[in-house]
């Protein structure tokens, strides 16, 4: 059990430079401890009890770090029981502006601390990141509601359907190229061949009443753009603020500039509960028939 004693010392002594915009932010929330809770709270675990489980972090020390959180504005609570009053803690509109930090975080430990060093656009079935995305299955998808191509914003999981296929890639070269050298990357072609394949069997999904969401972190505009030109009948959701790949800790690498998802695909049903997952996509046409099936 951690006790954060070690954490005090260092954050005690720290004096941010007064014009330094990274110093001061490491003031705020430069204590790992703070970084995992704002982790955490993304994936939709908001309950005391539940967030001291998680991390196997001290009550005490939680206490602490949820109280600095709260006084930053970066977390809010509410009330969800009385006698005794027990909270549930939310990250603010200034806690989710983190979570872009957090995926390039993830994104850089993958590549520079789990992995090899090599810019990659999939992994191996052995690879940390992907034993990550298969310990998604069972479990709940938060509520995360991004903008769609029909023009609005929508909840991720379509509550109304048997199931819904949830598939993420790295992004469509229509209407913006792709960056120089996305060919060299491994895993990064193939997206719009990808989004053709489950259009092609777009019917058979309804039939099923499976419903299909493809996810990039390309903009609305240009997931708009491309939905039209290609006639593409599903939905795509813009995680441009990737609210989900931090929810879900989806596996990323940063190309031309920005964060992309590496292909993934999930089954989730309407009760928010991953049923299954496929990860590495090596063969989208195989992964469409596995959808199917499952």
């Given at each position: ?201 777009y019917d058979e999904f309804r039939a099923q009443r499976l419903a299909v969401r493809g996810v990039s972190t390309q ?76």
């Open positions: 059990m951690a006790t954060g004693l070690g954490d005090d010392v260092r954050r005690n002594s720290f004096e941010p430079e007064p014009d330094c915009a990274i110093a001061q932010s490491l003031g705020v929330i430069g204590d790992g401890w703070e970084l995992l809770i704002v982790r955490d709270l993304a994936r939709g675990v908001g309950r005391f009890d539940r967030l001291a489980d998680s991390l196997d972090i001290s009550r005490k020390v939680l206490t602490e770090r949820l109280a600095g959180l709260l006084g930053s504005g970066i977390v809010e609570r509410s009330a969800y029981q009385e006698r005794p009053t027990r909270y549930v803690y939310r990250l603010t509109p200034r806690g989710r502006a983190l979570l872009p930090v957090l995926v390039a975080l993830q994104d850089w430990g993958d590549r520079w601390l789990l992995g090899d060093g090599s810019l990659t656009g999939t992994n191996r079935e052995d690879e940390p990141p992907a034993r990550r995305i298969h310990q998604l299955t069972g479990r709940r998808v938060p509520e995360v509601a991004l903008p769609s191509t029909a023009g609005t914003t929508l909840d991720v999981v379509d509550a109304d359907a048997r199931a819904t296929i949830l598939f993420g890639y790295p992004a469509t070269g229509r209407p913006t190229p792709l960056p120089d050298g996305w060919s060299d990357i491994a895993g990064a072609s193939g997206c719009t061949m990808e989004n053709r394949l489950f259009a092609a069997r903009r609305p505009d240009e997931q708009r753009a491309f939905a039209a030109t290609e006639e593409i009948p599903h939905l795509l959701l813009s995680d441009q603020e990737l609210e989900l790949a931090a929810a879900l800790r989806l596996p990323t690498f940063r190309a031309g500039g920005y964060e992309r998802l590496k292909r993934v695909v999930l089954v989730v049903g309407p009760d928010r509960v991953v049923q299954a997952v496929r990860y590495p996509v090596t063969d989208s046409s195989a992964a469409v028939d596995w959808a199917l099936g499952v």
